[in-house]
């Protein structure tokens, strides 16, 4: 029900993605995914393993995949490529979602995008960490193959996020899409005063 009032109100011009677990039973997910196949969403998330969980089962989730025409999704929590090897391979998922600061990297990342195009996988990168990694997604992002669809991102919302840097474009997101910097390195500067300020208890500024 909650899934049909946002549709009424997105339409299909807004994709609308579901984070749906992790932890259901195989049974139980596949029962969902159907049930949701209606709405055209752009994905259904860690329907059997995700947050938290250092491990993927391919084979589960490729009996989801098999039984729904509902894209499934996972991969928050895997680290390096080794861990996508056969979500991609077998087909188990429709769309992965390395985040970059869990997965190893700017390159692991574009690594699995380019393993996963081969495969006919979309990637839809994870984002929960700061300007720094939101940063290395864009530039990752658009060295990405046609099989990227957007990155998941988090902190818009929070007034201070953006204080931690200079640089950046402003606003940084702007109808959906941001700007890929093409200043030196990443794009933006750390703002050495607004760090050192939130250090956490006993840690030193790069001393």
């Known amino acids: 029900a909650i899934v049909k009032a946002l549709k009424e109100v997105f339409g299909d011009e807004v994709g609308l993605a579901l984070d749906c677990g992790p932890g259901q039973t195989i049974p139980a997910a596949i029962s969902l995914a159907k049930a949701l196949e209606p709405y055209n969403l752009a994905w259904a998330e860690d329907l059997i393993t995700g947050d938290y969980v250092p491990y993927t089962d391919p084979e589960a989730y490729r009996l989801v995949s098999s039984s729904t025409s509902t894209p499934i999704l996972t991969g928050e929590h895997i680290y390096l490529r080794q861990g996508f090897r056969e ?78 840097v200079r640089g950046v474009e402003k606003p940084l997101i702007k109808d959906g899409f941001t700007t890929v910097p093409d200043k030196p390195g990443l794009g933006l500067e750390l703002n050495e005063a607004y760090v050192r300020k939130h250090l956490a208890e006993g840690e030193t500024y790069f001393e």
């Open 87 to 164: 979500l991609i391979s077998w087909h188990a998922v429709d769309i992965v979602a390395p985040d970059l600061c869990d997965v190893g990297g700017l390159a692991e990342n574009k690594w699995i995008a380019e393993f996963a195009d081969l495969y006919g996988v979309l990637i839809a990168p994870h984002l929960l960490g700061t300007p720094i990694a939101y940063m290395a997604n864009v530039h990752a992002a658009a060295a990405m193959p046609r099989n990227y669809i957007a990155f998941e991102f988090h902190s818009l919302e929070d007034p201070e996020w953006l204080d931690m």
